[in-house]
């Protein structure tokens, strides 16, 4: 007879690869690219833009991520996976955003002319590919409802207030350190 460690220690890499069979990778792959590309375009809008375009771009995509963090623990919740395995995977998810956060912000601090520009393409590029490609075929494979518009509409207004409070508060709290001395 075997050591009861041994068998124990086998039935445990039994029951964690027949629980990771049951993974949704279908929705996990995507969902891990858009959080990476995600993070990506945060360091760029940080290293291209301003202080600002990199907090709204944050928020923003903050936002995104509350939900298809939601989505993805629920995908995940009925496959009937233990948490011991789903929470570890679902706090995998911010990681990505910041990790790519980071080398988006690293690559485009050290690039320069045509380099730069064409980082800032594709940030540009992936951005309006996520859009159009996973925000926009979603929307149409349900039926139209009144307060999915709303929230629609929501999400630009809130966005829009943000840039104005950016403004207003630029105005009444001018940065010491960008004035010039007479």
């Known amino acids: 007879p075997a050591p009861p460690d041994r ?10 690869l027949h629980f990771i069979k ?6 996990l792959v995507p969902v891990s690219t858009d959080a990476s590309m995600d993070g990506l375009l945060i360091g760029i809008a940080f ?3 301003n202080l600002s375009a990199g907090l709204i771009m944050s928020i923003a995509l903050a936002i995104e991520m509350m939900f298809l963090g939601i989505s993805t623990s629920m995908a995940i919740q ?18 990505l955003i910041l990790i790519f956060a980071f080398i988006g912000a690293s690559v ?22 996520l859009v159009a490609d996973e925000l926009l075929v ?10 999915i518009t709303i929230w629609f509409y929501f999400g ?6 943000l ?4 403004v207003f508060w630029d105005k009444y709290h001018p940065d010491p350190s960008s004035s010039s001395s007479l």
């Open 108 to 129: 485009l601090s050290a690039l320069s002319g045509p380099a730069f520009v064409a980082m800032l393409s594709f940030g540009l590029a992936a951005l309006l590919f």
């Open 163 to 166: 840039q104005k409070a950016e």
């Open 138 to 147: 979603e929307a149409h494979k349900s039926p139209d409802k009144w307060w």
């Open 22 to 27: 049951k993974l949704p990778f279908g929705m």
């Open 156 to 161: 630009f207004a809130f966005v829009i207030v």
């Open 47 to 49: 290293v291209a833009g």
């Open 78 to 95: 009925r496959q009937h996976i233990p948490k011991v395995i789903s929470i570890p995977i679902c706090l995998m998810l911010p990681q």
């Open 7 to 16: 068998s124990r220690s086998a039935r445990m890499k039994r029951s964690l």
